[in-house]
């Protein structure tokens, strides 16, 4: 699943940059795909790409955060094959296919449905309740309504339902899986490398973020952005004391030190998502568009994408969990590019900055997904099964 993902993830920044290259340089001729190239990026990296990902996680976590027999191996080939094809078609079919993105979405439909109906019976054969599981199965289907919302505006919907698609991609699937997970691991890595810490993570926290979440979701579903400062705010409070509670004072491995530079761009993005809305409400002007939204997908998400799966895959094939020098250099870059990105929406030249920065996402994944492919394809370094 993971190497599934990383193939997604190449493959999905390739046509994106493209995109954005030939729409601000129109040297290249790039199809214009329906729907608009902008909702398909939304849709494939929050569908198909991080999904890819978080499936292949979640099929390997849900068992053993619950004490239960892991799956069978066949159990992640119907979600591997539906997120893949599923991804390869959506992208055929932005490159002129015709039939291409209906056949995606089926696929993808078929692969999270497949997901789901794996996960889900472990919620109630497990003996009380793990609500890390919870939580993270509960953003899932909210994702699921999600993709569902798309598939309904393909098929001739208002484009409201891909706006909807969009916002619970973001609010209701992608946010809550990494907070979920944050929640669940950080604390838990630091105390086994950081001598002296105490994990504190009180499920209180999930129990405040829920709510302010959801609330934060439905005032972006009704344009309310004048008010969305009332959760962004105390979203802001939450984030940045997670931080302060959970960074590990005083030396610590550079795999470790990563995550907790990552979760730091969780408040920042908040910090955006509050001043924006207060701006607005006073001003009337919607200050800096999508940066705030692209310091949460690219600045958190990538970045912590980049830290855990770096870790995972360290600790799964056999090797020492430490940062190798590609996980080092896509995780510096990155930090550059969600600058470069958020920055875009305040330039006099927004689209060649936003081109340059997919630009840039791209030159900063490649050297660390040829690095993980490669060894998805190999036996474990220490010569234990897989």
């Known amino acids: 699943m993971f190497f599934v993902g990383a193939s997604n993830l190449l493959l999905a920044m390739l046509w994106w940059s493209a995109w954005l290259v030939a729409a601000r340089w129109p040297v290249l001729a790039m199809p214009q795909p329906a729907p608009y190239a902008g909702w398909l990026h939304a849709f494939v990296m929050q569908y198909q790409v991080l999904p890819s990902f978080i499936f292949g996680f979640l099929l390997t976590t849900f068992p053993r955060w619950m004490g239960l027999p892991e799956f069978e191996r066949w159990r992640y080939l119907p979600v591997g094959i539906g997120l893949f094809g599923g991804q390869l078609a959506t992208l055929l079919g932005a490159m002129g296919w015709e039939a291409g993105i209906v056949v995606g979405l089926l696929m993808t439909i078929a692969g999270w449905s497949a ?70 691991m950080f604390p838990f890595f630091a105390g086994g490398s950081v001598a002296g810490y105490t994990p504190w993570r009180p499920l209180w926290l999930l129990a405040a973020f829920w709510p302010l979440c959801l609330a934060h979701l439905v005032l972006e579903l009704t344009h309310a952005y004048a008010w969305s400062w009332l959760v962004d705010v105390p979203l802001l409070m939450l984030f940045a004391t997670m931080c302060w509670r959970w960074w590990p004072r005083g030396p610590k491995p550079g795999l470790l030190g990563v995550l907790f530079i990552g979760l730091a761009w969780l408040p920042l993005a908040f910090w955006l998502y509050s001043t924006q809305s207060i701006a607005y409400a006073m001003t009337g002007v919607y200050w800096l568009g999508r940066g705030p939204a692209h310091a949460l997908f690219i600045g958190f998400f990538g970045s912590i ?5 770096t870790r995972v895959t360290q600790g799964h094939s056999g090797r020492p969990l430490q940062m190798p020098a590609a996980a080092w250099f896509a995780f510096a870059a990155i930090q550059l590019v969600a600058v470069m990105r958020v920055a875009a929406e305040i330039s006099a030249d927004t689209g060649a900055w936003q081109a340059l920065a997919a630009c840039g996402w791209l030159l900063a994944f490649l050297p660390w997904l040829v690095r993980i492919g490669r060894i998805y394809l190999s036996p474990r370094a220490d010569g234990k099964p897989g």
């Open 305 to 309: 994408l980049i830290a855990m799966v």
């Open 115 to 184: 997901g789901l109906v794996t996960l889900a019976p472990l919620l109630w054969r497990e003996r009380g309740a793990t609500w890390h599981a919870r939580s993270c199965f509960a953003a899932l289907v909210l994702g699921y309504a999600g993709l569902v919302g798309f598939v309904l505006f393909v098929f001739g919907g208002s484009p409201l339902w891909v706006f909807a698609s969009i916002k619970l991609g973001t609010f209701g699937l992608l946010l809550p899986v990494y907070v979920t997970v944050a929640h669940r």
